[in-house]
């Protein structure tokens, strides 16, 4: 006996974007983030960015470039799918307005360059929080009209507190307190789901220890950015960590391009998300693949 659930009415973009993104396998995605420019200008290993881009591009489930880095230095012809950058306005040459970012790209325009998805930085707890959900939900709305995917990040600029908490960067070097790490949970549980409330449709944020607290509580899949370039092990550490607390996989950029050799980094990252390999063994992998 049918019923009428038995019959697809509708085939759904969105869907085959998301689907676009994600190894159909392990359900997981590494990404690789070259945007960093937007704000840092041309930070160490992106200074040539055609050069960096090109040996990773075989190895990432999805490139997530400026409108700028992808117009001067992708090839047309490749087939990575895209997530497009779409907010910035703020630099570091103005560390203080670091939160204050707009819409830079119009949805338009992710159409005509073939973009499956977008991402936008929002500042909760700053004076900017507002005008960044806006800019979530503004383009969220407009995009899912075209089917394209929505990818809310949990930034937090230069606010020191924030940065130490939520990037674990202490002023004085040390290591974070079990206060500090209660309140990193306490905050990406908070932004995460604010986040996934306003229509994201998937979350990027930070890796913190407890991480399961901030899956458990968000409503929508979260990949974690990797943040300041860690030692290889360390970073293997915590995206073992982030995929083990249920993250579905990473946006990955400094960890990656900046390590000594990128190219075995992003395959020893990709047999942590995929292949459910431990850091430990990854890092085998990583040492086997510089060899070669
Ligand atoms: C900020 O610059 C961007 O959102 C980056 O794409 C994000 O921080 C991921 O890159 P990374 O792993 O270097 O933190």
New binding site residues.
Partial sequence: MKNVFDYQIEFSGLQNRMAQMFDPKSGHTVML?V??GY??GAPAGLINLRKTIEPLLQYCDAI?PTIGGLKTSIDSRMRTPIILRATGGNSMRKPEELDDEIITVSVEEMVKLNAVGF?V?CYIGLDSQTQTIQNLTSLTEEAHRFGLVSIG?TAVGADPILTKFVKGEREDGGELTQEDKKEAIKYLKHACRVLSENGADIIKTYYCEGFEEVVESCLSPIVI???TKRPTKEALEFTYNAIKAGAVGV?????IFQNENPVAMIRAVRAVVHENKTAEEALHLYEKYTKE
């Fill in positions: 983030a945007d960093h704000f840092q997530s991402t930085s990040i950015a990797g943040g946006d990955m950029g400094r960890n």
